[in-house]
Protein backbone atom coordinates (compact mmCIF):
# COMPACT_ATOMS: atom_id res chain seq x y z
CA UNK A 1 0.00 0.00 0.00
CA UNK A 2 1.00 3.31 -0.33
CA UNK A 3 2.04 5.66 2.21
CA UNK A 4 3.01 9.52 2.61
CA UNK A 5 5.48 10.78 4.75
CA UNK A 6 6.04 14.77 5.80
CA UNK A 7 8.43 16.51 8.07
CA UNK A 8 8.90 18.07 10.43
CA UNK A 9 5.12 17.48 11.87
CA UNK A 10 6.01 21.36 13.18
CA UNK A 11 8.25 24.05 12.88
CA UNK A 12 8.92 27.36 14.82
CA UNK A 13 11.38 29.83 13.07
CA UNK A 14 12.06 33.12 12.54
CA UNK A 15 11.35 35.90 10.21
CA UNK A 16 13.96 35.61 7.69
CA UNK A 17 15.17 32.09 8.02
CA UNK A 18 15.03 29.40 5.74
CA UNK A 19 12.72 26.82 5.20
CA UNK A 20 12.65 23.48 4.04
CA UNK A 21 10.23 20.70 3.99
CA UNK A 22 10.10 17.51 2.26
CA UNK A 23 7.71 14.88 1.60
CA UNK A 24 8.20 11.28 0.63
CA UNK A 25 5.88 8.71 -1.16
CA UNK A 26 6.23 4.96 -0.85
CA UNK A 27 4.46 2.27 -2.68
CA UNK A 28 3.86 3.84 -6.04
CA UNK A 29 5.92 5.00 -8.91
CA UNK A 30 5.98 8.53 -11.01
CA UNK A 31 2.81 9.87 -8.73
CA UNK A 32 2.09 13.53 -9.00
CA UNK A 33 3.05 15.26 -6.09
CA UNK A 34 1.10 18.79 -4.85
CA UNK A 35 1.76 21.41 -2.19
CA UNK A 36 -0.72 22.86 -0.57
CA UNK A 37 -0.90 25.45 2.29
CA UNK A 38 -4.21 25.99 4.93
CA UNK A 39 -5.45 28.92 6.92
CA UNK A 40 -6.92 27.99 10.28
CA UNK A 41 -10.32 25.69 9.50
CA UNK A 42 -10.07 26.72 5.66
CA UNK A 43 -9.50 25.47 2.38
CA UNK A 44 -6.35 24.54 0.47
CA UNK A 45 -4.80 26.76 -1.89
CA UNK A 46 -2.63 25.08 -4.01
CA UNK A 47 0.65 25.57 -3.97
CA UNK A 48 2.81 23.65 -6.27
CA UNK A 49 2.48 20.32 -8.29
CA UNK A 50 4.30 18.38 -10.33
CA UNK A 51 4.24 15.82 -12.91
CA UNK A 52 7.86 13.99 -12.83
CA UNK A 53 11.37 14.72 -12.08
CA UNK A 54 12.04 18.07 -12.19
CA UNK A 55 9.17 19.51 -13.80
CA UNK A 56 7.44 21.55 -10.97
CA UNK A 57 4.17 24.29 -12.10
CA UNK A 58 3.72 26.83 -9.87
CA UNK A 59 0.47 27.98 -9.01
CA UNK A 60 0.98 31.27 -6.44
CA UNK A 61 3.94 33.75 -6.87
CA UNK A 62 5.52 34.03 -3.65
CA UNK A 63 8.79 33.62 -1.72
CA UNK A 64 8.27 30.06 -1.58
CA UNK A 65 9.94 26.97 -4.62
CA UNK A 66 9.67 23.49 -5.18
CA UNK A 67 11.72 21.19 -6.03
CA UNK A 68 11.71 17.27 -7.21
CA UNK A 69 14.80 15.73 -6.64
CA UNK A 70 13.51 12.15 -7.02
CA UNK A 71 10.64 10.46 -8.32
CA UNK A 72 8.70 10.10 -4.94
CA UNK A 73 10.17 13.40 -3.39
CA UNK A 74 9.21 16.80 -3.22
CA UNK A 75 10.47 19.67 -1.47
CA UNK A 76 9.39 23.34 -0.36
CA UNK A 77 11.55 25.76 0.13
CA UNK A 78 12.19 29.48 1.11
CA UNK A 79 15.28 31.43 1.19
CA UNK A 80 14.16 34.03 3.78
CA UNK A 81 10.20 33.50 5.04
CA UNK A 82 7.85 35.99 5.97
CA UNK A 83 4.91 36.03 8.62
CA UNK A 84 2.54 35.55 6.20
CA UNK A 85 4.31 32.25 5.23
CA UNK A 86 2.88 30.84 8.37
CA UNK A 87 0.38 28.27 7.91
CA UNK A 88 -0.18 24.67 7.79
CA UNK A 89 1.47 23.27 4.61
CA UNK A 90 0.37 19.41 3.44
CA UNK A 91 1.82 17.46 0.68
CA UNK A 92 -0.66 15.28 -1.44
CA UNK A 93 0.11 12.63 -4.59
CA UNK A 94 -2.11 11.25 -7.13
CA UNK A 95 -2.64 8.66 -9.60
CA UNK A 96 -6.29 9.04 -10.00
CA UNK A 97 -7.11 10.01 -6.44
CA UNK A 98 -5.08 12.07 -4.56
CA UNK A 99 -4.25 11.36 -0.52
CA UNK A 100 -2.81 13.81 1.86
CA UNK A 101 0.26 13.53 4.12
CA UNK A 102 -0.32 14.56 7.77
CA UNK A 103 0.95 18.19 6.93
CA UNK A 104 3.79 20.28 9.11
CA UNK A 105 2.41 23.26 10.85
CA UNK A 106 4.86 26.52 10.26
CA UNK A 107 5.24 29.49 12.68
CA UNK A 108 6.94 32.09 11.94
CA UNK A 109 7.61 34.45 14.44
CA UNK B 1 -10.94 31.12 -12.32
CA UNK B 2 -12.52 27.96 -11.66
CA UNK B 3 -14.12 27.54 -7.94
CA UNK B 4 -16.14 25.07 -5.89
CA UNK B 5 -18.59 27.05 -3.62
CA UNK B 6 -19.38 24.67 -0.45
CA UNK B 7 -22.33 25.59 1.71
CA UNK B 8 -22.80 26.07 4.32
CA UNK B 9 -19.72 26.77 5.87
CA UNK B 10 -20.58 26.21 9.17
CA UNK B 11 -22.69 23.78 10.96
CA UNK B 12 -23.47 23.11 14.62
CA UNK B 13 -26.31 20.06 15.09
CA UNK B 14 -27.53 17.91 17.43
CA UNK B 15 -26.61 13.94 17.45
CA UNK B 16 -29.26 12.33 15.50
CA UNK B 17 -29.93 14.69 13.02
CA UNK B 18 -29.86 14.25 9.33
CA UNK B 19 -27.73 17.55 7.29
CA UNK B 20 -26.80 17.95 3.78
CA UNK B 21 -23.71 19.31 2.41
CA UNK B 22 -23.15 21.25 -0.74
CA UNK B 23 -20.56 21.72 -3.86
CA UNK B 24 -21.29 23.51 -6.49
CA UNK B 25 -19.67 24.75 -9.64
CA UNK B 26 -20.12 26.17 -13.12
CA UNK B 27 -17.01 23.94 -14.41
CA UNK B 28 -17.62 20.40 -15.36
CA UNK B 29 -14.95 17.97 -13.30
CA UNK B 30 -14.17 14.31 -14.34
CA UNK B 31 -14.28 13.37 -10.81
CA UNK B 32 -15.01 14.55 -7.58
CA UNK B 33 -14.22 13.79 -4.29
CA UNK B 34 -14.94 14.25 -0.70
CA UNK B 35 -12.89 14.78 2.15
CA UNK B 36 -12.70 14.55 5.78
CA UNK B 37 -9.87 16.45 7.74
CA UNK B 38 -9.44 16.64 11.55
CA UNK B 39 -7.30 19.65 13.13
CA UNK B 40 -3.55 19.42 12.84
CA UNK B 41 -4.07 16.31 10.53
CA UNK B 42 -4.47 15.65 6.83
CA UNK B 43 -7.53 15.36 5.00
CA UNK B 44 -9.07 11.67 4.65
CA UNK B 45 -10.46 10.79 1.72
CA UNK B 46 -14.05 9.73 2.03
CA UNK B 47 -15.16 8.98 -1.48
CA UNK B 48 -14.67 9.44 -5.44
CA UNK B 49 -17.64 10.44 -7.71
CA UNK B 50 -17.12 9.71 -11.30
CA UNK B 51 -19.93 9.33 -13.20
CA UNK B 52 -23.13 12.39 -13.71
CA UNK B 53 -26.11 10.96 -11.00
CA UNK B 54 -23.77 8.63 -9.59
CA UNK B 55 -24.51 7.87 -5.88
CA UNK B 56 -22.50 6.05 -3.45
CA UNK B 57 -23.12 5.74 0.45
CA UNK B 58 -20.70 4.71 2.93
CA UNK B 59 -22.36 3.30 5.99
CA UNK B 60 -24.23 6.62 7.27
CA UNK B 61 -23.02 9.02 4.48
CA UNK B 62 -24.73 9.60 0.96
CA UNK B 63 -22.56 10.93 -1.79
CA UNK B 64 -23.96 12.22 -4.94
CA UNK B 65 -22.59 13.43 -8.04
CA UNK B 66 -24.81 15.79 -10.16
CA UNK B 67 -25.84 14.77 -13.51
CA UNK B 68 -23.68 17.68 -15.41
CA UNK B 69 -20.51 16.99 -12.99
CA UNK B 70 -20.75 20.50 -12.08
CA UNK B 71 -21.89 19.95 -8.26
CA UNK B 72 -22.16 16.93 -5.47
CA UNK B 73 -24.08 16.77 -2.16
CA UNK B 74 -23.01 14.98 0.67
CA UNK B 75 -25.88 13.80 3.31
CA UNK B 76 -25.54 12.43 6.75
CA UNK B 77 -27.77 10.28 8.01
CA UNK B 78 -28.47 10.65 12.37
CA UNK B 79 -25.00 12.73 12.93
CA UNK B 80 -22.76 11.39 15.62
CA UNK B 81 -20.12 13.39 17.88
CA UNK B 82 -17.65 11.47 15.55
CA UNK B 83 -18.98 13.29 12.19
CA UNK B 84 -17.35 16.07 13.66
CA UNK B 85 -15.29 17.56 11.11
CA UNK B 86 -13.92 19.95 8.12
CA UNK B 87 -15.57 18.70 5.08
CA UNK B 88 -13.56 19.17 1.69
CA UNK B 89 -14.67 18.24 -1.99
CA UNK B 90 -12.37 18.19 -4.88
CA UNK B 91 -13.07 18.60 -8.18
CA UNK B 92 -10.36 17.66 -10.97
CA UNK B 93 -10.72 19.18 -13.93
CA UNK B 94 -11.89 17.25 -17.51
CA UNK B 95 -8.15 19.25 -18.70
CA UNK B 96 -5.77 17.23 -17.89
CA UNK B 97 -3.66 19.62 -16.14
CA UNK B 98 -3.34 17.45 -12.90
CA UNK B 99 -5.10 20.42 -10.64
CA UNK B 100 -7.74 19.78 -8.00
CA UNK B 101 -9.98 22.44 -7.19
CA UNK B 102 -10.97 22.38 -3.71
CA UNK B 103 -14.18 23.93 -2.13
CA UNK B 104 -13.96 26.30 0.88
CA UNK B 105 -14.75 23.79 3.80
CA UNK B 106 -17.55 22.78 5.71
CA UNK B 107 -17.32 22.45 9.46
CA UNK B 108 -19.84 20.42 10.87
CA UNK B 109 -20.00 20.14 14.70
CA UNK B 110 -22.04 17.55 16.10
CA UNK B 111 -23.24 17.98 19.42
CA UNK B 112 -23.78 15.17 21.89
Do not use: M
Not at chain 1, 52 to 65: A, F, K, R
Not at chain 2, 70 to 83: M, V
Amino acid sequence: SQTIHQWPATLVQPVGSPLSLECTVEGTSNPNLYWYRQAAGRGLQLLFYSVGIGQISSEVPQNLSASRPQDRQFILSSKKLLLSDSGFYLCAWSANEQFFGPGTRLTVL
Amino acid sequence: TQLLEQSPQFLSIQEGENLTVYCNSSSVFSSLQWYRQEPGEGPVLLVTVVTGGEVKKLKRLTFQFGDARKDSSLHITAAQPGDTGLYLCAGSLTSGTYKYIFGTGTRLKVLA
